[in-house]
Every structure is written in C-alpha cells, then in structure tokens.
C-alpha cells in the first residue's frame, strides 16, 4: 500500500494560459499516491472556523510531513513549465483542509463576489480535489470595470476603489454564491474538478471556488467539498 502522503512522480500536469495576460495556471492529475488515505486524514481532523479569513468553511491544518512533501514535489513541475524561475524555489507554505459549509443565504457581500488572495507576485495558491465531481471546481475572472484579472502591489488600491464603485452603482451582489458572469465580473476560465487533481495559479488572480448558488451546509462528510488549499511563499 502506498504511504498517505507520498506524491505520484507520473502525474499528468497541464499548462493553460488564460485571460488578456496568458496568466499560467497548471492543472495536476493524479497527484498522490493514496488519495483516500489523505481524505481519510481530512475526515478525521479538528476543524475550525476562521473568523479572520473570509472562507465560507471550516479548515484544519495539513501535518507538517505534507506541507514539505508537497512542495519538495511540486517545485520540479513549476519550474518544468516555467512558472518558477531558475533560481526560486517554494520555501514554505500555508496549507490547510477546507470544507465549504456556509448557506448560500448566509453569505457576506464579499463571499459573493471573485476574490484575490494575495497582490504578492511570489505567492501562489493551489488547491488539491479530495472530494468527487458532484461537485464543481474553480473559475477565474476579469474585473469589467478595470479590466484587471490579477490583482498586484500597483493595482489593488485602484482595484479596491472601483469594486466600491461598482458596488453603489449595482448595490450589493446578489445573494449566493457565483458562478458564471455578472454584472461586475467575466469568466476567464473555468477548471473542472477531478478527484485527486490539483490546480495551482498565482495568489493575485481574481477566483471563486465553483458552489451551487442554493448552496445548502453538508449534513455529513459524504457531502463535504474536501480540498487541500494552500498559500506557497516562492523565494523572490
């Protein structure tokens, strides 16, 4: 049996440029070795809500074993594709288990709407699928007003300004969760979710995890949205 945290050499790995900017996002297969047994870790953890973070969920901390596993292992590929330079590598990371669980109604504003996670350009986020396809994945997003699909250290006051704009001009977003075009936002591309399959982008690129819009909490964990999410700080 292979160890729960040991990581497929032969995973199939895709690069797809999207949006005006060719933004590099890598699309992974068969990331690990035994994806249940990591699954079966995520049943088992201790979650809490983050009340400083803006995730409609639960998250517990990833053991420390897969944080340096997954970047010891991801690097390689990130600098195969070129989205790491020569001489940068992924020096640590924030990693967490995240279930979604917040009723569509419950959502703030904010939830509504695509976000960024950081305007830090040697910071890159993944997300790693531990759930099936009944569930959907990740889509990214132009802003229409400013045209902006990543969101840097020179843009994100000016961002910042025209999302508030936006807002009294169209009032709050409606209520739920988004998935597709609106008023204030297009879709670049969407990624669709694979058991085992991880997507990694730049930290700054406009997202939302794909959730029904009557999204109703998970009664149990055969209805748990379970991913992987990490933030990984790259060497400048």
């Known amino acids: 049996m292979a160890a729960p945290l040991a990581f497929n ?11 005006r900017q060719g933004i590099k996002v890598t699309l992974i297969d068969n990331v690990l070795e035994d994806p249940r047994g990591v699954a079966a870790l995520g049943f088992t953890a201790s979650y809490d809500q983050d009340r ?3 995730y409609p969920g639960f998250r517990a901390p990833l053991p420390e074993a897969f944080s340096t596993a997954f970047r010891a292992w991801l690097a390689p590929i990130l600098h195969r594709n070129g989205v790491l330079g020569g001489h940068q590598t992924l020096e640590r990371d924030t990693s967490y288990f995240s279930v979604v669980a917040t009723a569509s109604q419950d959502l703030r504003p904010i939830q509504r709407i695509p976000h960024f996670d950081s305007p830090d350009a040697n910071l890159f986020a993944a997300v790693l699928y531990l759930c ?8 990214f997003y132009r802003h229409r007003r400013t045209g902006y699909e990543q969101i840097t250290k020179t843009n994100v006051n000016n961002y910042r300004l025209a999302l508030n704009s936006d807002l009294e001009t169209h009032g709050a977003p409606a209520s739920g969760y988004i998935d597709g075009d609106s008023a204030l936002f297009e879709t670049l591309f969407s990624s669709e ?3 085992n399959r991880a997507i990694v982008y730049p930290a700054g690129v406009l997202h939302a995890a794909r959730i029904a819009k009557h999204f109703e909490p998970p ?5 748990w949205r379970l991913t992987v999410t990490a933030l990984l700080h790259a060497s400048g």
């Open 9 to 19: 050499d032969g995973a199939d790995v895709e690069l797809v440029r999207i949006g």
């Open 193 to 195: 979710l694979k058991f």
């Open 219 to 223: 009664r149990n964990q055969s209805e």
């Open 132 to 139: 099936d396809d009944r569930f959907s994945g990740t889509a």
């Open 52 to 54: 400083s973070n803006l």
